[in-house]
Protein backbone atom coordinates (compact mmCIF):
# COMPACT_ATOMS: atom_id res chain seq x y z
CA UNK A 1 0.00 0.00 0.00
CA UNK A 2 1.06 3.50 -1.46
CA UNK A 3 1.76 5.58 1.65
CA UNK A 4 1.02 8.60 0.53
CA UNK A 5 -2.41 8.10 1.49
CA UNK A 6 -1.86 8.52 5.06
CA UNK A 7 1.34 10.80 4.84
CA UNK A 8 -0.75 13.73 3.08
CA UNK A 9 -2.53 14.63 6.49
CA UNK A 10 0.00 15.30 9.50
CA UNK A 11 -2.31 14.61 12.10
CA UNK A 12 -2.59 10.55 10.64
CA UNK A 13 0.92 11.03 11.65
CA UNK A 14 0.32 11.87 14.75
CA UNK A 15 -2.51 9.76 15.77
CA UNK A 16 -0.48 7.05 13.93
CA UNK A 17 -2.54 5.20 11.92
CA UNK A 18 -1.69 2.64 9.51
CA UNK A 19 -3.16 0.54 6.38
CA UNK A 20 -2.98 -2.38 7.74
CA UNK A 21 -4.82 -4.83 5.12
CA UNK A 22 -6.08 -4.08 1.43
CA UNK A 23 -7.79 -7.13 -0.45
CA UNK A 24 -9.77 -5.29 -3.03
CA UNK A 25 -12.95 -5.83 -1.09
CA UNK A 26 -12.59 -4.15 2.74
CA UNK A 27 -9.78 -1.66 4.07
CA UNK A 28 -8.40 -1.79 7.09
CA UNK A 29 -6.35 1.04 9.00
CA UNK A 30 -4.92 0.82 12.42
CA UNK A 31 -4.66 2.69 15.36
CA UNK A 32 -2.63 2.57 18.84
CA UNK A 33 -4.77 4.27 21.88
CA UNK A 34 -2.05 5.96 23.29
CA UNK A 35 -1.94 9.09 21.66
CA UNK A 36 -5.66 8.83 20.89
CA UNK A 37 -6.61 9.12 24.34
CA UNK A 38 -9.57 11.16 26.34
CA UNK A 39 -9.17 12.68 29.67
CA UNK A 40 -11.19 9.13 30.71
CA UNK A 41 -8.28 6.72 30.05
CA UNK A 42 -10.72 5.75 26.64
CA UNK A 43 -10.44 6.76 23.06
CA UNK A 44 -10.74 10.56 22.08
CA UNK A 45 -13.76 11.00 20.43
CA UNK A 46 -12.32 13.14 18.13
CA UNK A 47 -9.31 10.41 17.34
CA UNK A 48 -12.49 7.75 16.73
CA UNK A 49 -14.29 10.36 14.06
CA UNK A 50 -10.86 10.85 12.65
CA UNK A 51 -9.67 7.57 11.77
CA UNK A 52 -12.94 6.37 10.14
CA UNK A 53 -13.42 9.90 8.28
CA UNK A 54 -9.95 8.70 7.16
CA UNK A 55 -10.39 5.22 6.17
CA UNK A 56 -13.29 6.15 4.27
CA UNK A 57 -11.54 8.50 2.55
CA UNK A 58 -8.64 6.16 1.85
CA UNK A 59 -11.24 3.82 0.23
CA UNK A 60 -12.43 6.14 -2.10
CA UNK A 61 -9.43 7.45 -3.60
CA UNK A 62 -8.33 3.75 -3.68
CA UNK A 63 -11.22 3.24 -5.71
CA UNK A 64 -11.89 6.32 -7.87
CA UNK A 65 -8.04 6.24 -8.83
CA UNK A 66 -8.43 2.80 -9.76
CA UNK A 67 -11.53 3.72 -11.89
CA UNK A 68 -10.31 6.69 -13.64
CA UNK A 69 -6.73 5.38 -13.95
CA UNK A 70 -5.66 8.72 -12.47
CA UNK A 71 -5.32 10.71 -10.00
CA UNK A 72 -8.25 12.17 -7.60
CA UNK A 73 -9.01 14.39 -5.25
CA UNK A 74 -11.55 13.52 -2.41
CA UNK A 75 -13.34 15.00 0.27
CA UNK A 76 -16.33 13.95 2.85
CA UNK A 77 -19.41 16.02 2.68
CA UNK A 78 -21.73 14.42 5.03
CA UNK A 79 -21.14 12.56 7.97
CA UNK A 80 -22.51 10.72 10.77
CA UNK A 81 -21.41 8.81 14.00
CA UNK A 82 -22.55 6.74 16.29
CA UNK A 83 -20.88 4.84 19.49
CA UNK A 84 -21.46 2.43 21.06
CA UNK A 85 -18.91 1.67 23.76
CA UNK A 86 -15.52 3.12 24.76
CA UNK A 87 -12.13 2.21 23.37
CA UNK A 88 -9.74 0.56 26.11
CA UNK A 89 -6.81 -0.56 23.73
CA UNK A 90 -5.58 -0.45 20.50
CA UNK A 91 -8.22 -0.14 18.21
CA UNK A 92 -9.15 -0.40 14.09
CA UNK A 93 -11.70 0.33 10.99
CA UNK A 94 -13.09 -1.60 8.47
CA UNK A 95 -14.21 0.35 5.50
CA UNK A 96 -16.06 -2.29 3.18
CA UNK A 97 -16.15 -2.14 -1.09
CA UNK A 98 -19.89 -0.39 -1.89
CA UNK A 99 -21.92 -3.59 -3.30
CA UNK A 100 -22.20 -3.57 -7.23
CA UNK A 101 -24.59 -1.47 -8.13
CA UNK A 102 -23.27 1.33 -5.91
CA UNK A 103 -19.55 1.03 -7.09
CA UNK A 104 -20.67 0.56 -10.68
CA UNK A 105 -23.07 3.84 -10.36
CA UNK A 106 -19.75 5.47 -9.13
CA UNK A 107 -17.50 4.52 -11.38
CA UNK A 108 -19.46 5.46 -14.36
CA UNK A 109 -20.25 8.84 -13.22
CA UNK A 110 -16.57 9.31 -12.24
CA UNK A 111 -15.66 8.42 -16.19
CA UNK A 112 -18.57 10.46 -17.56
CA UNK A 113 -18.56 13.50 -15.60
CA UNK A 114 -14.93 13.76 -14.27
CA UNK A 115 -16.67 14.11 -10.88
CA UNK A 116 -18.50 11.75 -8.44
CA UNK A 117 -20.30 11.05 -4.99
CA UNK A 118 -19.75 7.71 -2.69
CA UNK A 119 -21.77 6.10 0.06
CA UNK A 120 -19.63 4.80 2.91
CA UNK A 121 -19.89 2.52 5.98
CA UNK A 122 -17.30 1.93 8.37
CA UNK A 123 -17.46 0.26 12.19
CA UNK A 124 -14.19 0.78 14.72
CA UNK A 125 -13.22 -2.15 16.36
CA UNK A 126 -11.12 -2.88 20.09
CA UNK A 127 -10.42 -6.89 19.54
CA UNK A 128 -13.23 -7.91 17.34
CA UNK A 129 -16.12 -5.92 19.28
CA UNK A 130 -17.71 -3.15 17.54
CA UNK A 131 -17.27 0.29 19.21
CA UNK A 132 -18.10 2.59 16.56
CA UNK A 133 -20.46 2.97 13.04
CA UNK A 134 -20.22 5.49 10.60
CA UNK A 135 -21.80 6.61 7.24
CA UNK A 136 -19.87 9.24 5.20
CA UNK A 137 -20.33 10.55 1.63
CA UNK A 138 -17.77 12.04 -0.29
CA UNK A 139 -17.06 13.83 -2.81
CA UNK A 140 -14.55 13.03 -6.04
CA UNK A 141 -13.37 14.88 -8.99
CA UNK A 142 -10.18 13.89 -11.28
CA UNK A 143 -7.45 16.21 -10.85
CA UNK A 144 -7.90 18.97 -13.41
CA UNK A 145 -11.95 18.24 -14.18
CA UNK A 146 -14.32 20.96 -13.58
Same mark, same amino acid.
Given at each position: ???? =??? $?????????? *?????????????????????????? =?????????? =?????????????? %?????? /??? =????? $??? %?? /? &??????????????? *????? #???? $? #?? *?????? &????? $?????? /??? *????? /???????
Amino acid at each position: MNER =FWL $QIPVTRHMGL *RITAWDGRTLRMDAPLAPNLNDKGTG =FAGSLATLVT =FAGWALATLLAEDA %ASCPCE /VAV =FESDM $QYI %AP /V &TGDFYALVPVPDEDG *RCSFE #RSLL $Q #RG *RARIAL &TASIF $QEGEEK /VRY *RGKYA /VRRKGAG
